[in-house]
Each structure stands twice: as structure tokens, then as C-alpha cells.
């Protein structure tokens, strides 16, 4: 005789089903953002172009309302900002000291580590 699963069990069987086809469209979403900034690095014609191709297509996985990249110098232990979008703070300064600075982008460089800070009222499905 052949097994007949539970309303409960199927129920869970198809929670699982959703988890994995949401978790699998969020990995199709990554790659397709990963392929953009691929291509727009053999395809823009220059660094400021490429910034705001990379900064347009993160926007489609993450909360970029607020989004800057950061060039370290090692020489002179600083940081410059080549590409800023702040709705809140306007002027950046030019250079930062990171020895002397406390900040997210500083505590990264000192410490090597890769992490994700998120705001879990930003997020987007995960």
C-alpha cells in the first residue's frame, strides 16, 4: 500500500517549495545584477559611467538610496570618494584619514573582514 502524507506534512512540503523557488529567484536576480556590472566594465567609456552602472544595478537587490564607492589609498592610509549618493549627508570630504576616522568603510579596511550590514527595514526578499 502506498503512503499517504498528512495535510500537515504536505502543507510543510509546500512551504519548503515556495522557501526554495524564492531563494532561487534571488539567486537568478544576484547573477543577473553580477552579469550587468560585468558587462558595463568591458562596455562604459569611463569610471564615473561604470559607478553609476554599478550603483543602478545593485538597486535591483539592494537598498541603494544611500550608496558611495570608497578608493583606498595604502600609501597615504586615506580614503576618496569617486562615486556618492547620500539623500542625507551632501559633502563628503575629499579625503579621509582612516587612522584617524571612525567609520564603517575605515573599520572595514583595518580589519580585512567582507560583512553585510543589513537594515532589516530595507530589506528586500532574501
Do not use: W
Not at 583606498?72 to 582612516?98: A, E, L, M, Q, R
Amino acid at each position: 500500500m502506498a503512503y499517504t502524507p498528512t495535510y500537515k506534512e504536505l502543507q510543510q512540503r509546500v512551504a519548503l517549495l515556495e522557501k526554495e523557488s524564492k531563494q532561487n529567484q534571488r539567486f537568478e536576480e544576484i547573477n543577473s545584477t553580477l552579469f550587468e556590472i560585468s558587462n558595463a566594465i568591458n562596455t562604459t567609456s569611463s569610471l564615473g559611467e561604470l559607478y553609476k552602472t554599478i550603483h543602478l544595478a545593485l538597486s535591483s537587490i539592494i537598498d541603494t538610496t544611500n550608496f558611495y564607492i570608497a578608493s583606498y589609498d595604502t600609501i597615504h592610509d586615506s580614503i576618496t570618494f569617486p562615486y556618492i549618493v547620500d539623500t542625507v549627508d551632501v559633502n563628503y570630504p575629499p579625503v579621509i584619514g582612516i587612522s584617524k576616522t571612525a567609520s564603517l568603510t575605515a573599520e572595514v579596511i583595518r580589519t580585512s573582514p567582507s560583512f553585510l550590514v543589513i537594515n532589516h527595514d530595507h530589506c528586500k526578499l532574501l
